[in-house]
């Protein structure tokens, strides 16, 4: 007998050849005194038939076999019946009869069906991981995942980066997500922490005179977990010196531009949009803005200036903003109870209402429609070109809840009025970010990307004279209203991350504590560095078009951070502890 | 100007080209009204000239330049003067003659050259590595890392291997090495451990169904570290289903032969040798024998049988063995006093003393000649193939002592007498581990390997009726005397693992309470597989020929597992210890 052979590429070109079969039993069926099996592998599945005629041996093994058996087949491949052609299956033209059969492993009965459309619970499908991943859904996943990662890294390699490793025993710092800590045996009382990202030592090997580093990199956050975050998350890290912010968006469109095209057969057109932040709000009220539909936010503070309708007359006199969305032809559609709801939906993003107009021919029908001026019908029809059936949705508030509600409901109605179309993939860079966010309770500055980021080279001065208004040298990449990641140019000279430092409220010393390496390697030849960081979490779940995280990592975590397979985490011993000079307090 | 050029590609192709270089300045020399600055960029260095005649302005800002300060030179490419050449650099025919400098930053003068050669104390370099890793030697090391990964990558890609992410917030396991422990937040008195490696979870992704997985994976011990240990380090990881042990030994022996024509373009011819473990003890005693000079150990216990030497005496009656190395021709290069010497290096490895002959001429001489029989000196020669000139250097004491001292012996002897041909790659599998160790201690047996390997077929009975004689279906890959890793093929049948944590003093409960989960995965139809895991450090470590495992980890620590860069472990503060509600215990 020759090699074991993959049951998923049998075709009809393999007619009259013996083969060797190993795998899986997905079902097997006992029809006139002949059995079915269908044998399954990592490449799919070929139906094998055992008839007492070929061998009585082979067909007595077979009626003992049940789901999920380990079996090894040897056999001829046929074709198959005109009749039983199954046009769905690859495999579907021909079948193996089979000559031998051997149980490799028996399998109790699996606790839910290897099927695609499985409507077990995930903490069961979690719990029997190893069962779940038999799943071709998940398979294809796992290969998509596969695949994606040896493009990028293919490329980059191609682009002269070096793969190099960073440290996950590393120094916990302050200035970010929570920490996972790990406690050190040698030095008692103190620890490591988990790395939220490999920042610092992406820049540390820029100062080691690599200039191109790239790595598939494992980071952790101790957060409280929502449907798209994990403990641990593996990011596409790269950095670069020398380059600039348009060279280094070049490059990661180029790279992004293979995947698209070797994963998923997709031509994307370069270069890539760029949007400002401050336009990306002011268009989509988002700063990941989904593109695949228009609707976009209509800005008609000016028009009603003077309107005599109280709440938009307070949200424009405390220096806010009216806008609306214009949704097209769906005037007849939404009930007035389906506005209280689309109202209810407003409310979760900070606004107090939802104003809204029909167009009903010429006339504007609705609520408000008493307090309008002729010339502010006429504006706001102009301003937004409303036709006929149109149905106008305002927000007036402060401009971070106008745009975050309208932003929000322009989601939510592309989606439910399937506006969205699912086989395009826009990418788009968010560019010109904010480089400081004020906390008004806390009374300081907190870096809106991480410390280490410039300035852009305009804005350098306005570190000293108008913080909030300085703009980081940053780009995120955004994929269909997801943010893929993003990256920035980093503070290269150590006079300015000093400034930085101290415009976020640190003493020279606690800077010094806490990140005094990296004030020190920069006064040591310093290259003008920067790079990006991208999820490929997030990446796989998109392009595998899959609507959970859980479903692109191999064995993820609940939402209450439990591996429910292995159960952990789990208690230690007494020894294990003493030997790290810990104890556990009780809860109060 | 054009787009930048790496400064070490310059060739005299490259005359009366205009250029633009940005690096670091690794040396400036001021002669007769010029500067020459070395310009050092990641791919090498070229000499530049700062000439009045070119510009005024260029040269004085160059005067301003030190050492590893970062710069931006425009030139043209010029052929150097005759007198000038330098062979060594492959840049040494050409030279750069300025036209523009900028400084990009500034440096203060490091605290060690960086240069090759370098004799400051590794403390210093660890601390400043980034400095450190501008050397040449650092350089070259980690793109021989890189390149070694991405051979492995595309040999298992093309083999159809996919590359899967095991988790790092894992479950800690007892029969093993120590654990790093992340105490968790959410399951307060919880924890995580770091994965010792991913034997469990690429099993599992076996038991998923992928049959061919591998992972560059990071590896954790919370153990006492020596100079070839780091707490944590990489494995190249891989695991099969439906491969005998032979076939992952060929495919592991090609990826090998791959990375060594890909790397250092060595051929190595395949199959490796391969040597059952108790054949490698008894002719070199070691499991992981250096095969690139001979000297194997002598039996000559059956010789000696009746020796009236009591110290041959003793050993063979209570069991034990008399081995001897044949130092060739090195009789008259030993003094007493050398032997001496030799005598205290083998009493560390247990040995009570080192029993000696020369041959000088037709006689033996030396302390024990006088107990030897005729016979029993002929049949020495005779068994040593004794001639003129060598000597005869004798263990005799329990089998392990015996082996572990003339095995240690021999690779000194190797080294002192330069018998190491430093150009050979010597690659062998061992093969036909045992299966367990017994613990005369603690009075149980251990997994000599894990719990999880699976003895040889013909050996399976002897669980129960012998189990340490039972072998285990087990190989390690040897390079010049390093193990570089080891593999196996795994229980897949849940009897025999219940087999085996029994003979491994488990209870049921116990088994239940570590590994249920594997348990449980066995009985759904677990495949047959297998895997191997090679030490990616080791293997730079080797090709790159140097004898630090620190030098081929980018961020490593030192043997109290500290990292001297970014001072961790470090402090946390109270409210961190708080959330994840653990106390650091005074030391009493």
């Not at 061998?55 to 198959?80: D, F, M, P």
């Not at 903490?123 to 190893?130: E, G, I, M, Q, T």
């Not at 209810?344 to 010429?362: P, Q, R, S």
């Not at 913080?467 to 990641?485: C, H, I, K, M, Q």
Request: negative net charge; aromatic residues 8%.
């Amino acid at each position: 007998m020759s090699e074991r052979i993959l049951a998923g590429t049998l075709r009809e070109k393999d007619i009259d050849q013996l083969v060797l079969l190993k795998g899986w039993v997905q079902k097997r069926r006992d029809l006139g005194g002949l059995i079915f099996i269908d044998l399954r592998d990592k490449s799919g599945i070929v139906q094998v038939v055992f008839n007492p005629d070929n061998s009585k041996e082979a067909l007595e093994v077979a009626e003992t076999v049940r789901s999920e058996y380990v079996i090894q087949v040897e056999g001829k491949v046929v074709i198959r019946d005109e009749g039983t052609i199954n046009p769905v299956m690859g495999t579907g033209k021909i079948e193996v009869m089979a000559t031998d059969i051997s149980i490799l492993n028996k399998a109790k009965t699996p606790p839910f069906l290897i099927e695609d459309e499985s409507d077990v619970s995930e903490d069961l499908r979690l719990k029997y991981r190893y069962l779940d991943l038999r799943r071709s859904a998940l398979q294809d996943t796992f290969k998509l995942r596969h695949q994606t990662t040896q493009v990028v890294r293919n490329f980059l390699n191609d682009d002269g980066f070096l793969e190099m490793e960073t440290p996950i025993l590393t120094k916990s710092t302050p200035e970010g997500a929570r920490d996972y800590l790990v406690p050190s045996r040698v030095h008692n009382g103190e620890f490591y922490a988990l790395p939220q990202s490999p920042q610092l030592f992406k820049q540390m090997i820029m100062m080691g005179g690599f200039e191109k580093y790239y790595q598939i990199a494992r980071c952790f956050r101790d957060e409280d977990l929502r449907a798209d975050r994990q403990p641990e998350f593996t990011q596409i890290d790269i950095e670069t010196s020398f380059m600039t912010s348009d060279e280094i968006m070049a490059m990661t469109e180029k790279m992004m531009k293979n995947v698209m095209k070797d994963v998923k057969n997709i031509d994307i057109s370069l270069p890539l949009q760029r949007l400002p932040y401050n336009e990306a709000m002011e268009r989509y009220g988002s700063d990941k803005p989904d593109t695949r539909f228009d609707m976009e936010l209509i800005h008609v503070t000016d028009i009603l200036a003077d309107s005599s309708f109280k709440v938009f007359q307070s949200a424009i006199e405390s220096g806010g903003k009216v806008c609306l969305l214009n949704v097209k032809g769906q005037a007849a559609n939404y009930s007035r109870k389906d506005i209280d709801k689309l109202t209810d939906f407003v409310k979760v993003y900070g606004a107090k209402g939802l104003a809204w107009l029909k167009i009903e021919g010429d006339e504007l029908k609705g609520p408000i429609a008493k307090f309008l001026t002729d010339e502010e019908k006429t504006g706001l029809v102009g301003q937004a070109s409303a036709e006929d059936g149109d149905l106008l949705l305002f927000s007036s508030d402060k401009t971070s809840v106008v745009y975050d509600s309208l932003g929000a409901l322009r989601l939510k109605l592309g989606k439910d009025l399937q506006l969205i179309d699912k086989s395009k993939f826009n990418f788009l860079w968010v560019t010109d970010w904010p480089l400081l966010e004020y906390d008004e309770g806390l009374e300081r500055y907190f870096a809106a990307h991480h410390p280490f980021t410039m300035p852009v080279e305009e804005d350098l001065d306005k570190l000293s004279t108008d913080p909030g208004s300085a703009r980081a040298n940053a780009y995120d990449l955004v994929l269909n209203g997801y943010e893929l990641g993003g990256g920035s140019l980093r503070i290269h000279k150590k006079e300015q991350q000093d400034k930085m430092f101290e415009v976020l409220g640190f003493t020279k010393e606690e800077a010094s504590e806490q990140f005094g390496f990296l004030l020190d390697a920069l006064e040591y030849g310093a290259p003008p560095h920067g790079g990006i960081a991208l999820g490929l979490d997030r990446i796989v779940m998109l392009l595998a078009e899959r609507s959970n995280l859980r479903d692109t990592i191999l064995f993820p975590k609940t939402a209450s951070a439990s591996d429910l397979l292995t159960d952990a985490p789990d208690e230690v011993s007494e020894e294990q502890l003493d030997e790290l000079s810990i104890q556990v307090k009780k809860k109060l």
